[in-house]
């Protein structure tokens, strides 16, 4: 069972989604929050797999309330997925940097919805490869960041494996591209993302061109 929290400040699309989750045999909505604050609290009451978090509302936004969710180790097993209206946008990218697993935009189809939430529940990233190259590459690339902590730390396979992923191969691509085993390239996956920790595999896209093992022309 894949326990939701719904975090938004707009009644009727808390109440769709809610209706569209709870006829899944295998989701439970455990929550429901107008605002990042009481959705932070319900988070801690109820942990849920998995919280849609609505990036824009009153009070605390949803950047801030994912970067606390986060940011306590007691929520590690929580996987935020921001909800947007306008798709490809700053606050998006922003949301990433601060731990979100991935998003969707409200208006999406429901059964990407449910896709979602379902990768989301995994710890897999819910970025596909088009998304992942122009999302994080344009911002990257228009607004420059320090380079973070933990590139040294990277041998170079982690590193050659680390640039794959910010592509968007998934670990078999990178297993073909590479002629080794998926089970090495999660290997290498892993601990990439423990030496410059990052919380998933999204984080680690982030990583990559900041630091600039791969840019958005790949």
Sequence with gaps: MIRVLLVDDQPLIRAGFRALLEAEDD??????????????????????????????????????????IAGDPDLSGVHVI????????????????????GFLVKDTDPADLLHGIQVAARGDALLSPAITRRLIGEF?????HPVPAGLPHLTDREREVTALAAQGLSNDEIAAHLVISPATVKTHVSRAMMKVHARDRAQLVVFAYQSGLTSPGG
Aim: overall charge negative; cysteine-free; hydrophobic content about 40%.
């Design 27 to 68: 989701i439970e909505v455990v929550g429901e929050a107008s605002e990042g604050a009481q959705g932070l609290a319900l988070a801690r009451r109820h942990l849920p797999d998995v919280a849609l978090v609505d990036v824009q509302m009153p009070g605390m936004d949803g950047i801030e309330t994912t970067r606390r």
């Design 82 to 101: 921001i909800l947007t209206n306008y798709g490809l946008d700053e606050y998006v990218y922003e949301a990433l940097r601060a731990g979100a697993t």
């Design 140 to 144: 990257v690339a228009r607004r420059p």
